[in-house]
T-cell receptor, first 114, second 112 residues
Framework: AQTVTQSQPEMSVQEAETVTLSCTYDTSENNYYLFWYKQPPSRQMILVIRQEAYKQQNATENRFSVNFQKAAKSFSLKISDSQLGDTAMYFCAFKAYNTDKLIFGTGTRLQVFP | NAGVTQTPKFQVLKTGQSMTLQCAQDMNHNSMYWYRQDPGMGLRLIYYSASEGTTDKGEVPNGYNVSRLNKREFSLRLESAAPSQTSVYFC???????????FGQGTRLTVV
């Protein structure tokens, strides 16, 4: 069975600074997908970034980038130039290639301070 | 374009009562999911359906049943509600692969 672990329940960062959120996962599969979702207080789930396991190049989306280490089963999210609007819960997620099962970690609450 | 629609948004049940949470998507997605969200526990997968006519257990299926009525609809049933099922429930849908999952607005369920 796959598992996703986020070891940082809470993080804080000052506006304009950089923060990295950690995520590790466990799976015996070779092909899969990884995601980071953001959940602001509105409870809406917003996709931040995605990564396919067979792609070695780390995904980037504007201020958001990942450090994907397949051998270490690690998938961290780096937020550069943090903005107040980045304040939210961030969830790491794993999606199995052959079953489409989508599971989430326990989340990291990020607070951006002015 | 409505996306994923969940009903109801709020519900209070007495212990032992039953209810069905409804979910419908209009994006022609193959996969649909039910999650519960509890403080400190993240989103935990209850059941999922990779295609019409199939359902599979997730991480916390006990006390729940699901029905994939057709490609659009995926319902979650609590046969005999317990206080431990007090939670916020989310339905989601996605297509195969690395496609984004779309979520409903959530149902806040309280069992007293």
């Amino acid at each position: 069975a796959q598992t996703v672990t986020q070891s940082q329940p809470e993080m804080s960062v000052q506006e304009a600074e950089t923060v990295t959120l950690s995520c590790t996962y466990d799976t015996s599969e070779n092909n899969y997908y990884l995601f980071w979702y953001k959940q602001p207080p509105s409870r809406q789930m917003i996709l931040v970034i995605r990564q396919e396991a067979y792609k070695q190049q780390n995904a980037t989306e504007n201020r958001f980038s990942v450090n994907f280490q397949k051998a270490a089963k690690s998938f961290s999210l780096k937020i550069s130039d943090s903005q107040l609007g980045d304040t939210a819960m961030y969830f790491c997620a794993f999606k199995a290639y052959n079953t489409d099962k989508l599971i989430f970690g326990t989340g990291t609450r990020l607070q951006v301070f002015p | 374009n409505a996306g994923v629609t969940q009903t109801p948004k709020f519900q209070v049940l007495k212990t032992g009562q039953s209810m069905t949470l409804q979910c419908a998507q209009d994006m022609n997605h193959n996969s649909m999911y039910w999650y519960r969200q509890d403080p400190g526990m993240g989103l935990r997968l209850i059941y999922y359906s990779a295609s019409e006519g199939t359902t599979d257990k997730g991480e916390v299926p006990n006390g729940y049943n699901v029905s994939r009525l057709n490609k659009r609809e995926f319902s979650l049933r609590l046969e005999s509600a317990a206080p431990s099922q007090t939670s916020v429930y989310f339905c989601a849908s996605s297509d195969l692969g690395d496609t984004e999952a779309f979520f409903g607005q959530g149902t806040r369920l309280t069992v007293v």
